[in-house]
């Protein structure tokens, strides 16, 4: 298994310019989330799904947009692109739907936005 | 709502001392308590987590931690620290009544020096 994998590695960006990252994983998992980890601040939940069709706001949605049509994949969009969203950017996934289940990261999306 | 705070942004150790990484949560009901480790341009990977029965709780490279539920804390430790356990460790809590998302600390970079 790949695992959780995200695309782009790295992606500079104007102001107001948009983007999509990737996020696939291949075990079948449920639940997927994206974070972003900013220096000294740990990671914030962007959004998460539950399940293919379902997503949810996390602690810091605005600004971003995600779809689930699929269970392997969950996108998150950026519209209009501000030095704010400057970040790390993580997709993780865990199976199931009860609270025990760990979570599985991908490598990360660094992204600066100029 | 649940949180978790990580006291020490940075904690240095010699090789071959052990090492303690402090976490210390709070949530309304049981918590389930998780550790994660992240090395450098890496994503973050599960070490161990509580969930119920045993305080003590063995995970991954030999880390273990001890769930205090009187003092609400969940501290990382490993016997002897090896220079390849550098990295940033993040502690998570889940309150399991609300079945939310995992909340993370900020984070403490662990140096072990040779």
């Known amino acids: 298994n790949a695992g959780v994998t995200q695309t782009p590695k790295f992606r500079i960006l104007k102001i107001g310019q948009s983007m999509t990252l990737q996020c696939t994983q291949d075990m079948n998992h449920n639940y997927m989330y994206w974070y972003r980890q900013d220096p000294g601040m740990g990671l914030k939940l962007i959004y998460y799904s539950v399940g293919a069709g379902i997503t949810d706001k996390g602690e810091v949605p605005n600004g971003y947009n995600v779809s689930r049509s699929t269970t392997e994949d969950f996108p998150l969009r950026l519209e209009l692109a501000a030095p704010s969203q400057t970040s790390v950017y993580f997709c993780a996934s865990s199976y199931g739907t009860g609270p025990t289940y760990e979570q599985y990261f991908g490598p990360g999306t660094r992204l600066t936005v100029t | 709502a649940q949180s978790v705070a990580q006291p020490e942004d940075q904690v240095n150790v010699a090789e071959g001392n052990p090492l303690t990484v402090k976490c210390t949560y709070s949530v309304s009901g049981n918590p389930y308590l998780f550790w994660y480790v992240q090395y450098p341009n890496r994503g973050l990977q599960f070490l161990l987590k509580?969930?119920?029965?045993?305080?003590l709780v063995k995970g991954s490279y030999g880390f273990e931690a001890e769930f205090n539920k009187s003092q609400t804390s969940f501290h990382l430790k490993k016997p002897s620290a090896l220079v390849s356990d550098s990295a940033l460790y993040f502690c998570?809590?889940?309150?399991?009544?609300?079945?939310?998302?995992?909340?993370f600390g900020k984070g403490t970079r662990l140096s072990v020096i040779a």
């Open positions: 998570a809590v889940r309150d399991p009544p609300r079945n939310t998302p995992l909340v």
């Open positions: 509580y969930i119920t029965g045993d305080n």
